[in-house]
């Protein structure tokens, strides 16, 4: 009885000492592998409706998977503005990109939501919109986060030069104020003294235009060509004149054959 509880407690061993050392680990480690890593995918939406909003989004597309984060780009601010100077106060997107837990969703619904209509009933606002749904393959949320802020940072810059335009133009404005006021100052007094107060005056010559250089060089052309033309004209007058001359004589002896015979 002793060999067989010595031999039943060294199996025992063993095995516990093959699942410490990782004997079954590795099985439900391959398990884990089998499963495929979730990898999010995002979609872009090239046409976004009036009064359309991000929560519309979420409601429409949630039902065909899980979505993480949604962004709609809003229009232009001088377009808002010219809008809502003609009477509109709904705000508009121009586009928008949407985040899903799982790239294989975001593929199927390109797929099968592109150019299909964005509400399944004839009620609904968004009934004769269509879905403008393209996936972007490799495209991730820090990619969209660094284009808004290289588009920030661009337009910061624009409305900097803007700025510092307008200041430059204002200050030239104000002194040119102030120098007419200045000659206004010194013509009074050079008046009551008697004396003549004379302006400066700057003649000068402003530089051709393309146009004009083009059409100078047209009509020196156009000179050259009729100088040729009268120059071959008067030649021909000239042979003519020659040739007339020159049968005066024969002329006149078949038209006044009399008047030679007497001579």
Request: proline share 3%; with cysteine; net charge positive.
């Amino acid at each position: 009885m002793s060999d067989i509880e010595t031999v039943s407690c060294n199996e025992f061993e063993k095995s516990e000492s093959e699942v410490q050392d990782g004997g079954l680990l590795p099985e439900k480690e391959e398990e884990n592998l089998t499963k495929k890593k979730i990898v999010p995918g995002i979609i872009y939406l090239g046409h976004i409706p009036p009064r359309l909003r991000p929560k519309h989004v979420r409601n429409m597309l949630g039902v065909y998977g899980e979505i993480g984060r949604i962004f709609l780009q809003p229009e232009d601010y001088a377009i808002r503005k010219k809008k809502t100077s003609a009477g509109s106060r709904g705000k508009t997107f121009t586009e928008g990109w949407v985040e899903f837990k799982d790239k294989r969703v975001a593929k199927l619904v390109a797929a099968t939501l592109n150019r299909t209509p964005m509400g399944a009933r004839k009620r609904s606002r968004f009934h004769d919109d269509l879905w403008c749904i393209k996936y972007l393959h490799r495209f991730k949320w820090f990619h969209l986060s660094e284009r808004l802020a290289y588009e920030k940072a661009v337009r910061q810059q624009r409305m900097r030069a803007e700025i510092a335009q307008a200041k430059r133009e204002t200050n030239f404005y104000l002194q040119n104020v102030e120098k007419s006021k200045n000659i206004e100052k010194l013509r009074e007094k050079r008046k009551k003294t008697g004396q003549e107060f004379e302006e400066k005056s700057w003649n000068f010559t402003q530089r051709q235009t393309e146009e004009e250089i083009q059409k100078a060089k047209q009509t020196a052309k156009l000179g050259k060509s009729q100088k040729q033309q009268m120059k071959k004209a008067m030649a021909k007058v000239q042979e003519f004149e020659k040739k007339s001359h020159s049968n005066v004589s024969l002329l006149a002896k078949i038209f006044n054959p009399s008047g030679s015979k007497q001579d």
